[in-house]
């Protein structure tokens, strides 16, 4: 239950708890159609290698062995698809995303490769997951994290719903400390995302969202702590591209 007068961010304003949910959610359902070509214009196609980094560290099993993976926040696939090229025939990928639009975007993009015995796509909140506990093999979330309310009831459901010796993985936009780069990032992140998401999506304001929840978030080792708080060992992190992005990993012992 949400504190009588509990607030939160959403980008750079302050918006009751109860009402972040929603805001995010108008914001996918504006550019769910454009939302990958948005990430290869926005990241000039480094959000690909990102998301290869991403699944060799996940290393699925490449045989008959049964493997399976919750992708959260996934909606169209991305991850999913990513690791199911990876994996052997021993591997099933559930998405969950609390929003249709991007769902449905994942399963057409899913038909047209074939992998709809593969991967299931589910609507659900990552706060209050509708899975059984010890149900997976792996937890991925790749920049979504921040756009959760409550990030620590999403690792703790993270942990809840993994078997023991399983990974927990968080691909999320990180804070850019090399001299120089900072600069050219924030310059680029204020004044090139937004016109560019007007232009592509007719939609400036859910980009502006986007690059303001990045500032928001927490560094790479107060995040760290939050998922050990969840419960999760072996707790570390990389960063990559100069710290735009980092790769958080945990371990459900």
Request: charged share 25%; hydrophobic share 40%; glycine share 10%.
């Amino acid at each position: 239950m949400d504190r009588p007068g509990e607030t939160t961010h959403f980008g750079f304003r302050d918006v009751p708890l109860g009402d972040k949910q929603t805001l995010v959610n108008d914001v996918f359902h504006s550019v769910a159609s454009r939302y990958d070509l948005m990430n290869d214009l926005m990241s000039g196609g480094l959000h690909r290698v990102w998301k290869d980094i991403m699944i060799t560290a996940l290393d699925p099993p490449r045989g008959n062995r049964p493997f399976a993976l919750l992708d959260v926040a996934g909606g169209t696939g991305d991850i999913s698809f990513r690791a199911a090229k990876a994996a052997g025939p021993g591997f099933h990928a559930t998405v969950c995303d609390i929003n249709p639009d991007m769902l449905a975007v994942g399963r057409e993009r899913a038909a047209k490769r074939h992998l709809e015995t593969q991967v299931d796509f589910v609507e659900g909140n990552a706060e209050s997951l509708g899975f059984a506990d010890r149900s997976f093999d792996a937890y991925t979330i790749a920049f979504g994290i921040r756009n959760v309310p409550r990030i620590d009831l999403a690792l703790r459901e993270a942990y809840r719903v993994l078997r023991p010796g399983s990974r927990f993985l968080c691909l999320e936009f990180s804070t850019v400390e090399m001299p120089g780069l900072d600069k050219l990032y924030d310059l680029f992140s204020f004044k090139v995302i937004p016109p560019l998401g007007r232009m592509v999506t007719g939609d400036a304001e859910s980009y502006q969202y986007l690059v303001e929840s990045i500032r928001k978030f927490p560094k790479p080792a107060a995040f760290a702590d939050m998922i050990r708080e969840a419960g999760f060992a072996r707790v570390s992190w990389q960063t990559l591209s100069g710290g735009i992005v980092a790769l958080h990993s945990g371990w459900r012992l």
